[in-house]
């Protein structure tokens, strides 16, 4: 039961709800920056558009009726889906505002429900649980109905996947700052979490003999290691080698996210052994030579399905897979890359040269040697001349100055896959996402990804987080839930080494 002087307080935000609807039609409004959100003027208008949304986006049934009101023609899906995809970017913007603002949620009506449910705390349970269902209707959008009648259409789950790709790039360029569009965006993204849970989804092994359609998006979309051509494509699917995507019924021929996985005999420690040195094509598989499963690519293909998890489903069900084909397999690791590790190093190397700390990062003995690979004075001059080499790949051609930056790299490294945060979680996004999964952060591997991207991403280090299958439901809730990062003696050795050795 909710006590008297808590009821009072919702009543009078409640009055404050219905002051706020003078505030939206106050002249003046749009010129106070704190009420700007109330009446985010459209820049431009788009022809045709306040009669098209009139039209298809079908006033919400009363809660009597909910059940028995027959649904819109599937013209009106149809409609706006046209009318949408004719539009440019802005054109885009405007409509998006127009519907997420104008066809949302009626909060008068919330209000009133929410104080009936308060004086209603008195009475039967069945009559607070009617009222409450009542209040839960109310809080659905408008326009999710349409929402909801689009995905009945042919087409209508990728446009609706496209339409919230749409958004989230409005909201990641700031070219709209509504919560009216970042509402939206959590409508779409409730929704389609429910359209693509896992059970929705199949899991499809992708091999030589696919459609080749469907091999051609497997190759375009490889955000990782890109495929270079199509030999190189079909030993990625071939001996020795294991793709796997899932699809939905609702979006056929169009792989969601991929899985790429090496057959190995031991852990890999660089990615050259798996994408450029290959069994020939025509080579039986030795099963005595498997052991291990290295996923060493996993790629989102759909924008707008951002922060619906799939991936960590996807990497759970191909191990059951290969248990089920390899029995005796008990390795499994990725072979991850490290995004951000060379600019995060870039930017405080920066900050050190500014400080003069240059004694912070490395240890003396390391900076003579920095300076005289480098032929560079002390100081300052050295630190530039570091942060000069790191950027370019010419340093890993050299094996003197591969020898003398190894140690400080693979310890900095260590440092900002484990000690870097994020709201208390790991910063960097990949690291974050495998140990989500209860993964451990098991092993650094030096010039493990040689390619230009490489070095430029992450110095040409890469990382294994380990699947110990045992143990993954363990470290994930330790992770999720005290934000502990479990890791290998090698990893927390490293990362000692820089606390002994950095300040930061």
């Known amino acids: 039961m909710i006590s008297h002087p808590v009821i009072r307080a919702f009543r009078s935000s409640v009055r404050c709800w219905k002051h706020r609807a003078l505030f939206k039609a106050a002249p003046w409004a749009s010129d106070v920056s704190g009420w700007r959100w109330f009446s985010a003027p ?4 788009v022809t045709g558009m306040d009669d098209i949304l009139a039209r298809v986006v079908a006033p919400i049934p009363t809660y009597e009726t909910r059940d028995k009101s027959p649904p819109p023609p599937e013209s009106n899906s149809l409609e706006f889906m046209h009318f949408y995809k004719s539009l440019n970017k802005e054109g885009k913007l405007d409509v998006l505002t127009k519907l997420s603002q104008d066809f949302g949620v009626d909060h008068k009506s919330v209000s009133e429900l929410a104080l009936k449910l308060l004086d209603t705390q008195l009475r039967d349970l069945a009559t607070i649980l009617q009222v409450e269902d009542r209040l839960r209707y109310s809080l659905s959008p408008r326009y999710k109905q349409l929402l909801n009648h689009i995905s009945r259409v042919e087409g209508g789950v990728k446009f609706l996947v496209d339409l919230r790709a749409d958004v989230l790039e409005i909201l990641a360029s700031k070219a709209s700052e509504s919560p009216h569009i970042r509402d939206l965006n959590g409508t779409l993204k409730s929704l389609l979490s429910e359209w693509f849970s896992v059970g929705l ?11 080749c359609e469907i091999l051609q998006k497997i190759s375009q979309y490889e955000a990782v290691h890109p495929v270079r051509n199509w030999t190189d494509l079909k030993r990625r699917v071939g001996p020795y080698r294991r793709c796997y995507a899932f699809t939905h019924a609702a979006m056929p021929g169009e792989p969601l996210v991929v899985l790429h996985v090496a057959l190995t005999e031991d852990i890999s420690d660089n990615i050259q052994s798996i994408v450029r040195e290959f069994a020939t094509l025509d080579s039986e598989e030795d099963v005595n030579k498997i052991n291990a499963a290295i996923f060493y690519s996993i790629s989102s293909t759909q924008a707008g ?3 619906v998890e799939l991936g960590n489903y996807l990497i759970k ?8 084909e390899f029995p005796h397999m008990g390795q499994f690791s990725s072979l991850s890359p490290i995004p951000g ?3 995060w190093l870039q930017g405080l190397l920066n900050q050190f040269k500014k400080e003069s700390r240059g004694a912070d990062l490395l240890s003396e003995q390391e900076w003579k040697e920095v300076e005289q690979a480098t032929d560079s004075a002390p100081g300052t001059p050295a630190i530039e001349a570091l942060r000069k080499l790191i950027g370019t790949s010419e340093w890993m051609h050299s094996e003197r100055l591969s020898r003398v930056l190894e140690p400080a790299l693979m310890r900095l490294c260590a440092w900002y896959l484990y000690g870097e945060k994020r709201r208390g979680y790991a910063l960097n996004p990949v690291a974050n996402f495998h140990l989500q999964n209860g993964a451990t952060m098991w092993r650094l591997n030096w010039r493990a990804d040689i390619s230009p991207r490489g070095v430029a991403n992450s110095c040409g280090i890469m990382v294994n987080y380990r699947y110990f299958l045992n143990e993954t439901s363990k470290n994930s809730a330790l992770y999720l839930q005290n934000k ?4 290998s003696e090698q990893v927390l050795g490293l990362v000692g080494q820089f606390q002994k050795n950095s300040k930061l």
Request: positive net charge; without cysteine.
């Open 42 to 45: 459209l820049r431009g208008s």
């Open 341 to 343: 590790f060379s600019s």
């Open 305 to 307: 399905l951002q922060g």
């Open 317 to 324: 069900r191909v191990v059951r897979e290969l248990q089920s």
């Open 201 to 211: 989804l199949r899991l499809e092994r992708i091999t030589w003999k696919s459609p």
């Open 484 to 487: 502990a990062i479990t890791a």
